[in-house]
Nanobody
Framework: VQLQASGGGLVQAGGSLRLSCAAS????????VGWFRQAPGKEREFVSR????????SYSESVKGRFTISRDNAKNTVYLQMNNLQPQDTAVYYC???????????????WGQGTLVTVSS
């Protein structure tokens, strides 16, 4: 399965963006999906994850209460709604698919190319 993340852009602090992770060449609904981000000069970090049926989700402490992950398996797409964005959220955001329920990036074999989110103060 190939994944493609989109929806990034430039937004002011306090603004919102919705990222999409679209799949091709496979059925995204068979995979658990995670969102990760990597800021300049920093290591990639876990942001959020969702099970195949969307009933279970989890978030990092830094985004809990501001970000919401969801999925529409009919559209083969997973979303990350990001509200109240802050400059520290600036990063390249990646979606990843796999079968493990994990916050570790190595647990996801399938990755999208990333989309840049820039939050200005």
């Amino acid at each position: 399965v190939q994944l493609q993340a989109s929806g990034g852009g430039l937004v002011q602090a306090g603004g919102s963006l919705r990222l999409s992770c679209a799949a091709s060449g496979g059925t995204l609904g068979t995979y658990r999906v995670g969102w990760f981000r990597q800021a300049p000069g920093k290591e990639r970090e876990f942001v959020s994850r969702i099970t195949q049926n969307g009933r279970l989700t989890s978030y990092s402490e830094s985004v809990k209460g501001r970000f919401t992950i969801s999925r529409d398996n009919a559209k083969n797409t997973v979303y990350l709604q990001m509200n109240n964005l802050q400059p520290q959220d600036t990063a390249v955001y990646y979606c990843a698919g796999g079968t493990d329920w994990t916050t570790v990036s190595s647990g996801y074999p399938y990755w999208g190319q990333g989309t840049l989110v820039t939050v200005s103060s």
